[in-house]
């Protein structure tokens, strides 16, 4: 699936990837509010937050998990990596979803979602040669409102509600906020290394 052109910085919409707070009030709070299927559950109490850097051989980047809680019932995700520099790997119900964040240049970006459902047995399941794909109209309507009836419209909302650069000396973040912070480090290690004229990896700069 192909989505819009987004007129945002990169960075932007990359950092969503490890706000798992976001998904409860933006995704969560919006669906539930416009009567949309599916927002009960993402618009459940987070009770835990769990951030993991990761760095192996074949990738680097960060995991978040949730934990929601909801009176004696309490589920624990098995994990979303964002893996850098521009993927996040999302399982979204029975389908395993990656989304491609491209920078266009400095103030666009332009997001590809693969997904791909498992056999029910684990068997190999022959792929056609020529996969369909699906481009999304614009989310925006000729007077400027956002659609807000879908994941993708609502961060569009957010990111390019930011502003095409977003001005980050003005930020007040929180505890919530751990994994952007992360994943800036990671980003800037991994930017000298190139600048050093060595390759990006899992391993340390």
Sequence with gaps: MCLPVHKCNWLQAMETSVDPVHTYYL????????????????????GKLELEEVRGPVWA???KKRTY???EERESETG???????????????????HWRVPIDDTHTYIVWV?????????????????????????VT?????????FPSQDMMAWENQGPIFDRTKENLRTSDKGITMCRRLLREQIKVV???????????
Excluded at 115 to 139: A, C, I, N
């Design 27 to 46: 995704h969560g709070h919006q669906s539930a509010v416009r009567g949309l299927s599916g927002a009960e559950y993402y618009y459940r109490p987070i």
């Design 61 to 63: 980047g960060i995991v």
């Design 69 to 71: 809680e909801e009176g």
């Design 80 to 98: 979303h990596p964002l893996i850098l520099p521009n993927i996040l790997y999302a399982p979204q119900g029975p389908d395993l979803v990656m």
């Design 115 to 139: 997904s791909f459902r498992p056999s029910t047995d684990g068997r190999k399941v022959q792929q056609p040669d020529d996969p369909p794909v699906e481009y999304l109209p614009p989310m």
């Design 142 to 150: 000729p007077e400027g409102e956002y659609d807000m009836t879908s």
């Design 195 to 205: 600048q050093q004229g060595g390759r990006t990896s899992g391993r340390d700069p």
